[in-house]
């Protein structure tokens, strides 16, 4: 019997989820699809500047599954750049946090959504 399977912690869903050349073609081959759980692992690596272990930590996983993620989503990155194709992020194994620091802690991107840079809370959030 296969062990249950663990979901990847997410902070949020990206605000795009769609990226490309402005003069896409709009054929399924020139599509490069990234999963939710993959553009994580990009968002706390490269952006956050989280280690691996890091990132494992607050996406509840094992660092050497963020390891083989993070490779692949690195790879998808290069082939839509390299070779203009239409990057699409969606599915994937994962589950929302719920922004009041029960899910990716103090560095939630939902909470720092939600607050403005002093700290407060911005307008037309309520």
């Known amino acids: ?72 989503a690195r790879k998808k990155l290069a082939e839509s750049l390299v070779n203009g194709k239409v990057l699409l992020i969606e599915g994937g194994e994962y589950r929302l946090c719920d922004g009041l620091g029960n899910g990716c802690g103090q560095g939630c991107h939902k909470r720092r959504r939600r607050m403005g840079c002093s700290g407060e809370e911005e307008q037309g959030d309520n």
């Not at 605000?15 to 692992?41: C, I």
Request: proline fraction near 6%; aromatic fraction near 8%.
């Open 1 to 72: 019997m296969p062990r249950p399977m663990k979901w990847r912690k997410v902070c949020c869903l990206p605000e795009s989820n769609r990226f490309g050349p402005l003069d896409f073609n709009a054929e399924d081959k020139n599509h490069v699809r990234m999963t939710v759980d993959e553009y994580e692992t990009i968002r706390l690596i490269d952006l956050e500047g989280f280690t691996q272990e890091e990132c494992a930590k607050k996406m509840n996983i094992a660092r050497t599954t963020v390891q083989g993620i993070y490779i692949e």
